[in-house]
T-cell receptor, first 114, second 116 residues
Framework: AQSVTQPDIHITVSEGASLELRCNYS??????LFWYVQSPGQGLQLLLK??????LVQGIKGFEAEFKRSQSSFNLRKPSVHWSDAAEYFC????????????FGKGTLLTVNP | KAGVTQTPRYLIKTRGQQVTLSCSPI?????VSWYQQTPGQGLQFLFE???????NKGNFPGRFSGRQFSNSRSEMNVSTLELGDSALYLC???????????????FGQGTRLTVV
């Protein structure tokens, strides 16, 4: 069975600073990897996804993520954070073939200081 | 193109009652999945429906059930509500790409259920 670990429950950064959110996964094969963002009281918005190929993927809102097979990681990065990036971020693994489902990490809450 | 639509957005129910939540997928999407989100357990998979059939099910009691209609809209029902069922219920839709469903899921805004 797949699992996802997001080691950081809460991260605070200053506006304009760089950001890296960590994600480690466990799965027997190469999984489908996703990062979603959730604003308070809202649903999940897909930021980016990795299926295969180039291990550095670009997403919306200036985010990128790098897949590292050797470390079972899929960390999310942004070079310069904006106040509007304050939200909760979820890493997810998609796997299971005909029993496909998304397995999510516990999330990382991002606070942005002015 | 409209996104995934969930109704109602908010519900308050009394313990022991039952509740039905609705989800309309993105036009053309044929799969609907349901997830429960709570502060303690996080996001957990409930079940998925495709072509009116349950395709996969998570580890939830039988009080949680669902169905899908021919227009791909889905409903989720929870019977005999417990306080612990208070949560944000999210549904997601996936597109069918001729041989299988796409792996990318698009989520709705959720239904906030409060059980008192």
């Amino acid at each position: 069975a797949q699992s996802v670990t997001q080691p950081d429950i809460h991260i605070t950064v200053s506006e304009g600073a760089s950001l890296e959110l960590r994600c480690n996964y466990s799965y027997g094969a190469t999984p489908y990897l996703f990062w979603y963002v959730q604003s308070p009281g809202q649903g999940l918005q897909l930021l980016l996804k990795y299926f295969s190929g180039d291990t550095l993927v670009q997403g919306i809102k200036g985010f990128e993520a790098e897949f590292k097979r050797s470390q079972s990681s899929f960390n999310l990065r942004k070079p310069s954070v904006h106040w509007s990036d304050a939200a909760e971020y979820f890493c997810a693994v998609g796997a299971g073939g005909s029993n496909y489902k998304l397995t999510f990490g516990k999330g990382t809450l991002l606070t942005v200081n002015p | 193109k409209a996104g995934v639509t969930q109704t109602p957005r908010y519900l308050i129910k009394t313990r022991g009652q039952q509740v039905t939540l609705s989800c309309s997928p993105i036009s053309g999407h044929r799969s609907v999945s349901w997830y429960q989100q709570t502060p303690g357990q996080g996001l957990q998979f409930l079940f998925e429906y495709f072509s009116e059939t349950q395709r996969n099910k998570g580890n939830f009691p039988g009080r949680f059930s669902g169905r899908q209609f021919s227009n791909s809209r889905s409903e989720m029902n929870v019977s005999t509500l417990e306080l612990g069922d208070s949560a944000l219920y999210l549904c997601a839709s996936r597109k069918y790409r001729g041989r299988d469903l796409d792996t990318e899921a698009f989520f709705g805004q959720g239904t906030r259920l409060t059980v008192v």
